[in-house]
């Protein structure tokens, strides 16, 4: 198969295990994603405040990323990111169940919490198990199976949301996600040679950029996220169906472009491929605030998607300045870092956005870029100088 050429044996029991726990948190997440809205105002009856709030705990999870740290003082990593998924698909499966306000937000934050700490910790994961070379080409291979898992689960809602009950729409892609999380769980992690992990929850000096691309990654994210399909409903008219096609458009876009990223990294290297992430971001962004065709809105959103992608160059260059013992601390301290803007910037674009127009947000997101973009120009310089003290370490 594509996913495990060019791999060694052993790697390819680790890739098999992360691929098992990539889909199933992936289909548990966009199962709930995708039934949400519609769940909570056809069946449970919340109101707008009440919806507004589970939306805002659901983030918590990705503030106290760092907590997962704790975890590891008495539970192997790759065992806990079973056990993670397993929570995801859970939480997932428990919401159709219980449609009214408490239970949904109990049964969210066990879905969040799980595919949060997964998702620290799906990083961490490949940086400790693959190679220099290895690991952007392992992080490309995931997001496209990722983004096909995505696709399956759009079909499955597209297919089926009109003939079974909330009940069964989130039970299917919750218990997909508790069953191979469970497998994951039994899977003998062969070919592990990862370095133990330090125990620490305080940031490091040493990966102060790291830190900051972080935080501004999640800035861009969140502005694409909540901000970018709301332009196309409310000042474009796009349908529920058209959002859906969209949808469907984009994550088979990404499935078919994502596992050649590793390839890009490795061709042109991080720093040149930030450059181009962030001066096609900042292209996007004043995209979505000057025009006014629904057309190029359309390649606008899948342009950023895929783009989007290259952040796993941010993780690549983690790997290169990094001792192998601090990957899991501090992709758990990123996980926090990456969520604090996903708090904050939805209530501020949303006062921008009533306040100064629509475009606002979007040049507000094009600056966020432009810092990333200077940034990003220190990441050769901070390669050299870290190899060469990890080299002296060592």
């Given amino acids: 198969m594509a996913l495990f050429s060019g791999l060694p044996a052993s790697k390819k029991h680790v890739l098999l295990f992360m691929a098992m726990l990539n889909f199933g948190s992936t289909v548990a997440m966009q199962g709930w994603t995708m039934l949400y809205n519609n769940f909570v105002v056809n069946c449970a009856g919340l109101s707008p405040a009440e919806s507004g709030l589970v939306q805002g705990l659901r983030e918590i999870p990705g503030l106290l990323g760092v907590t997962l740290i704790f975890f590891l003082f008495f539970m192997k990593e790759h065992k806990l990111a079973a056990l993670s998924v397993m929570a995801a698909g859970l939480g997932t499966m428990l919401t159709g169940m219980f449609p009214s306000f408490v239970p949904i937000i109990f049964t969210s934050m066990l879905m969040s919490f799980g595919f949060h700490y997964f998702e620290a910790m799906n990083n961490s994961l490949a940086i400790q198990h693959f190679d220099l070379r290895q690991t952007p080409i392992v992080m490309g291979r995931l997001r496209g199976l990722v983004a096909g898992g995505s696709l399956m689960i759009s079909i499955f809602m597209f297919l089926f949301s009109d003939r079974l009950s909330f009940v069964w729409l989130f039970f299917v892609p919750g218990a997909v996600g508790l069953l191979l999380g469970f497998f994951g769980l039994v899977h003998p ?66 499935w078919l472009f994502n596992p050649m990223v590793g390839k890009i990294i490795n061709r042109l290297g991080e720093r040149r491929l930030m450059t181009i992430e962030y001066i096609s971001a900042f292209v996007i962004f004043m995209g979505y605030a000057l025009t006014k065709s629904e057309y190029l809105i359309v390649l606008l959103y899948v342009f950023d998607s895929l783009t989007f992608n290259f952040s796993i160059a941010v993780r690549t260059f983690f790997q290169k300045i990094a001792f192998p013992e601090d990957a899991a601390p501090n992709m758990a301290i990123a996980q926090t870092i990456n969520h604090i803007p996903a708090v904050t910037i939805p209530a501020i674009g949303g006062w921008m956005w009533l306040s100064w127009g629509y475009q606002s947000v979007f040049f507000f997101g094009a600056g966020i870029t432009v810092m990333s973009l200077l940034l990003a120009q220190l990441v050769d310089r901070e390669i050299r100088m870290k190899s060469t003290q990890r080299g002296e370490a060592a």
């Fill in 189 to 254: 992690l062969m070919g592990s040679n990862a370095p133990r992990q330090r125990k620490r929850i305080l940031p490091q000096k040493r990966y102060w950029l790291f830190y900051i691309l972080n935080f501004l990654m999640g800035g861009r994210r969140i502005v694409f996220s909540v901000f970018a399909v709301f332009l196309m409903v409310e000042q474009f008219g796009f349908s529920v169906r058209s959002v859906s096609l969209l949808f469907m458009f984009n994550y088979t876009v990404n």
